[in-house]
């Protein structure tokens, strides 16, 4: 059988026709690609991020130029338009290839997804070993309706199998087929005002999983591979990091792990074998990591820093404990305090939010959060709102409630970031929007907007960005920045002295920052004339 795998274009909903490489690169259909490749059978891979065309043109071309038996394509929600066109283009296309979908996109909303997206077969869940055991079963034109984790299509009708045990030893997994991808395309490109916040200038990072699933059950999280939370060995991964180096000569990788604090044993081993390969390859990699508040201690954020750790991402979501017990989130507004302060004493850079808008906010829990925010955090904790992720208690509720009338239509339309609603049960929508009006405001004003003392030109859209910290009033380099609009840009990045988080932005941008409330009345009222005058004219 001929295989093919398509990984779908994530920039802007695939409105862009343009190469891009500023995305963060997906593990799931890289680990799938892996296991196929391991079991001997002939698969190819294709990423339409680094392409040229139209998503419709690109598929059809690619299934014109060789004849494929399966066409995989996998995603999450926010990617359902873009995976709906490879769908459609694969199964008009004369060659007639099998459809199987994987991915978030099946697993957290497996009803509403397999009735509208004209798919075979679907994979839920986990899809290692799935996806060979399927392939065995076409392979030999066996039945594979006793396939376990997997849905089809039975004319009108989709039938759901029996669902997979999770992998308990994620050891045997083989690493993610990046390259297959053009991973090294992604590498080559990575700029300082990318992953890193401006901390390195030339950074190679390595996108790395260091376990799978959570116990937790947070109101709006949803666990597509699975609840119980399984580590890959310390090992095992450090495996992985030395093979990324020897491989793609990286400087610095991503480790995805929610819960890396949880055992501390293991966190102190990591470090100490990070520090090895260090050693090993004379380098120093940069990296950084997810923390738990509950675990977190000064002890533990000096031994991050001294192997290498950049930054530490948190879950605060919340400074109520009337809210986060609500989204039943096991911790406390004093852990979230200690985690704060002692990241502050050390120097270490925290990346993490507020969010607002649980179903038990009240104007009163969101001024508790806020009070706090503005008193302790000095800018450098966002603020945002909650969004109901298919699959999550969160987003039951706002079906169970009506406030998401068509699931069709937000996973197509509506489920980006940008359509904040009002989810909550005792706040009034003026309240809410006050809410909002206020989180925005302080978002747009709790940074310094610093604009550059000098930018000078690279190459192409890369240039050597010259700025003073508003903080320590330290003068940092940043070469190797990538600026689309030279014009009309901003970044957040990290001060390299003191570890604080501010934005670069060009003069017209901070104009347009400094500026807004009196730009938005104008837009306003330029609106309401043009409306007058065009009515007039009726």
Avoid at 173 to 189: E, M, R, S, T
Avoid at 371 to 395: A, D, M, T
Avoid at 467 to 493: D, G
Wanted: glycine share 6%.
């Amino acid at each position: 059988m001929e295989i093919l795998l398509i990984m779908p274009r994530y920039i802007s909903s695939s409105k862009t026709t343009k190469p891009n490489y500023n995305y963060s690169f997906p593990t799931g259909l890289s680990y799938i690609y892996s296991v196929i490749k391991n079991a001997g059978y002939n698969i190819d891979a294709y990423n339409l991020n680094h392409e040229d065309g139209k998503v419709e043109d690109l598929v059809k071309t690619k299934l014109d130029n060789k004849k494929y038996d399966i066409v995989g394509v996998g995603g999450m929600a926010i990617d359902y338009q873009v995976i709906e066109k490879i769908i459609n283009v694969s199964k008009e296309h004369q060659s007639k290839p099998l459809v199987i979908l994987g991915g978030a996109i099946i697993t957290s909303n497996r009803e509403i997804v397999s009735k509208n997206i004209n798919f075979d077969i679907g994979v839920i869940g986990e899809g290692e070993k799935t996806i060979i055991e399927l392939l065995k079963k076409l392979e030999k034109k066996e039945s594979f309706k006793e396939v376990r984790g997997i849905c089809y299509k039975d004319g009108e009708k989709v039938i759901f199998t029996f669902p997979r045990e999770q992998i308990e030893d994620l050891d045997t997994i083989p690493f993610p087929g990046y390259d297959a991808f053009g991973f090294g395309k992604v590498l080559d490109n990575q700029d300082s005002l990318g992953l890193f916040f401006g901390l390195m200038d030339h950074p190679r990072a390595y996108p790395l999983l260091g376990s799978r699933g959570c116990p937790f059950q947070c109101t709006f999280c949803h666990h597509s591979i699975g609840s119980k939370y399984r580590k890959r060995s310390v090992d095992n991964i450090i495996q992985e990091i030395e093979f990324a180096i020897n491989t793609y000569k990286i400087n610095s990788f991503v480790l995805n792990d929610d819960l890396f604090s949880a055992d501390k044993e293991r966190l102190n081993d990591f470090c100490k074998k990070i520090k090895k390969l260090d050693e090993k390859y004379s380098i120093k990699l940069s990296w950084w990591c997810s923390l738990w508040v509950g675990t977190v201690d000064e002890k533990m954020l000096n031994t991050l820093k001294d192997a290498g750790c950049f930054y530490v991402g948190f879950g605060f979501e919340s400074y109520s404990k009337k809210v986060l017990q609500s989204m039943k989130k096991p911790i406390t507004p004093e852990q979230i305090d200690n985690a704060i302060k002692l990241c502050m004493k050390v120097n270490m850079p925290v990346v993490g939010n507020f969010i607002f808008g649980d179903i038990e906010e009240t104007k009163e829990t969101a001024e508790e959060t806020l009070n706090y925010w503005k008193e302790n955090c000095r800018g450098q904790v966002k603020l945002f709102f909650i969004h109901p992720y298919p699959g999550s208690e969160i987003y039951k509720s706002c079906l169970d409630r009506g406030i998401i009338k068509d699931e069709l239509n937000f996973i197509k339309n509506e489920i980006h970031h940008t359509y904040i609603r009002n989810m909550t049960k005792n706040m009034s929508e003026e309240e809410f929007e006050e809410l909002k009006k206020e989180i925005y405001e302080l978002t747009r004003t709790s940074i310094p907007y610093k604009v550059p003392f000098k930018v000078k030109k690279e190459k192409d859209k890369k240039y050597s960005i010259y700025v003073k910290c508003p903080y320590c009033k330290k003068e940092t380099i940043l070469k190797n920045s990538l600026i689309p609009n030279k014009k009309y840009f901003s970044s957040q990045i990290i001060c390299r002295e003191c570890h604080m988080k501010y934005n670069v932005c060009s003069r017209l941008y901070k104009f347009t920052m400094d500026n807004y409330v009196q730009l938005d009345f104008l837009r306003r009222n330029y609106l309401i004339y043009r409306d007058k005058f065009l009515r007039s004219r009726l």
